[in-house]
């Protein structure tokens, strides 16, 4: 694929034509971004790799329809009716990934709760993973200030025991690093007239190293290829959405955009890579400039996908390495990005960052879906976390995504919510057993549903 095919596209149906918009900022509705352009299937056939979505049409499948002879539709079809999702097909690289709500309200809470087996939380989030059996799985809201002696509990006393008549799964590599979460920046971000505490950290979080990440792989981790961007300033993005004056010019000078990070780790498969860029952006509720952070750190991935456009000539890792991802890598897009997909930021022309990747013709989205959710709302089947009641409705969001590149084949995908009596859910349920109807329950690990896809990665995907 050439460097300009490679430019992420907003299309627009006009006339019942696709209309491509020329700039990745532009795209994204950047401020001053058009003045500054003037990290086993049948492979995809083109750039917009074709897609089943399955799951969308099979859920409202009776029991007596005829079964479908593509083996992975009958796969899906299964899973939907059971709740079980069904093993990976020979040659696919089924990756996930899940909002586990593993986080305490102090420094080395997490550490000691998982330092022996027998934590219920974390018996529910290692069954959940069990359940979905992932080859490559990235943790999100996981309190990594304990770093890798956390990250280590959880795999050797949880994921590698077998829970709830699961088998457990040995996850050979793993990645875990520093988070903006909680860190002190040194400045009174928060305006109340003290320096420290959660209003003035580069992300949220009570303390630094609270609602991290972690990243499981049955496969190994390229680690030198390995490229995380914490302390990407701000304002290096051109056209960014800060605000005008929101901040002091001290201030601006030490804001990081990652509210937690950005990572890109290559991982190894029988001689392929695929890079897992993850991330859990800032949240519109998280301080006074949440919405606009939130649109900036997802626009980070538009331009890291880029090169060869200038769109990423401001992007600098860690370790001081320039530009973004190579134009012919195969990437997965992964992480909680946050609810809000649908919307724009008041005031200003920014469209959804969000929903400007799912437009993108680099990024295909195998849109996973599950009965849980279709059960509580028929019309948002694809939700993966419950916000709460709004008037005596379930309020639910997608806010977990898995995003291949185009380049890859997506045998399947889901959401894992079965219905209620399904096996596994009790992982999922949203009523206490016993309790008024709609109670919240506060015995499951996470407001958040874990999302799975699986990746043939055999052919050589589209030029």
């Keep these: 694929m050439s460097a300009s095919s490679r430019v992420l596209r907003r299309v627009m149906m006009l006339g019942g034509t696709l209309a491509p918009v020329a700039a990745v900022a532009a795209l994204l509705g950047a401020p001053g971004a058009l003045a500054a352009t003037a990290g086993a299937a049948v492979p995809a056939s083109s750039a917009t790799a074709a897609v089943s979505s399955a799951p969308q049409r099979l859920s409202s499948m009776d029991l007596g329809d005829s079964l479908p002879s593509n083996p992975d539709l009958l796969r899906q079809m299964m899973w939907i009716k059971s709740g079980q999702v069904p093993e990976a097909a020979d040659g696919d690289l089924r990756v996930a990934t899940f909002s586990a709500g593993l986080s305490r ?41 304990g770093g890798e002696e956390v990250a ?47 209003g003035d950290a580069f992300g949220p979080g009570d ?14 981790l390229d680690s030198d290829g390995i490229r995380t ?3 990407l300033p701000w304002t290096a993005m051109p056209g960014h ?25 290559p991982v190894k498969v029988d001689g ?46 860690d370790e001081g390495e320039p530009g973004g ?15 809000l997909t649908g919307t724009a930021l008041e005031g200003t022309d ?76 009790q992982l999922t349920r949203v009523e206490s057993p016993g309790g008024e109807a709609g109670e919240p329950n506060e015995t499951t690990p996470s407001e958040h549903r874990l999302v799975w896809a699986d990746l043939d990665l055999s052919g050589g995907g589209s030029d």
């Design 207 to 220: 303390f630094a190293g609270q609602n991290g990440m972690v990243l499981y792989s049955r496969y190994p």
């Design 350 to 425: 920014h469209p959804s960052a969000v929903a400007g990747m799912l437009e993108s013709e680099l990024i295909q989205d195998p849109e996973p879906v599950s009965t849980g959710a279709e059960n509580l709302d028929g019309d948002q089947p694809d939700a993966t976390e419950v916000l709460g009641r709004e008037g005596g409705e379930w309020a639910l969001s997608r806010s977990d995504f898995l995003l291949p590149s185009s380049s890859l084949t997506a045998t399947a995908a889901g959401v894992f919510w079965p219905l209620p009596g399904q096996l596994g859910s």
């Design 105 to 145: 309200s102090a420094p080395g809470g997490l550490a000691e709760d998982l330092s022996e087996p027998g934590d219920e939380q974390g018996l529910q989030v290692a069954e959940t993973v069990q359940r979905t059996a992932p080859d490559v799985v990235l943790l999100t809201d996981m309190d990594v200030d």
């Design 229 to 231: 961007f914490r302390e």
């Design 272 to 317: 392929e890579t695929v890079h897992i860029l993850a991330a859990q952006p800032s949240r519109a509720e998280d301080g006074p400039t949440g919405a606009e952070r939130h649109h900036d750190e997802m626009r980070f991935w538009a331009d890291y996908l880029a090169a060869g456009t200038g769109q990423d000539e401001y992007i600098v890792d």
């Design 152 to 198: 280590q509990s959880f795999r050797t006393n949880y994921l590698a025991v077998g829970t709830g008549g699961q088998r457990g799964i040995d996850y050979p590599y793993m990645y875990v690093s520093e988070v903006n979460n909680g860190v002190d920046t040194g400045a009174d971000l928060d305006n109340d007239g003290v320096i420290g505490g959660p």
């Design 241 to 265: 959405a800060i605000p005008e004056g929101a901040y002091s010019e001290l201030e601006l000078s030490v804001l990081r955009l990652s509210s937690s990070s950005h990572w890109d780790i």
């Design 325 to 339: 991802l190579a134009t012919d890598e195969r990437f997965v897009l992964a992480g909680d990005f946050g609810p």
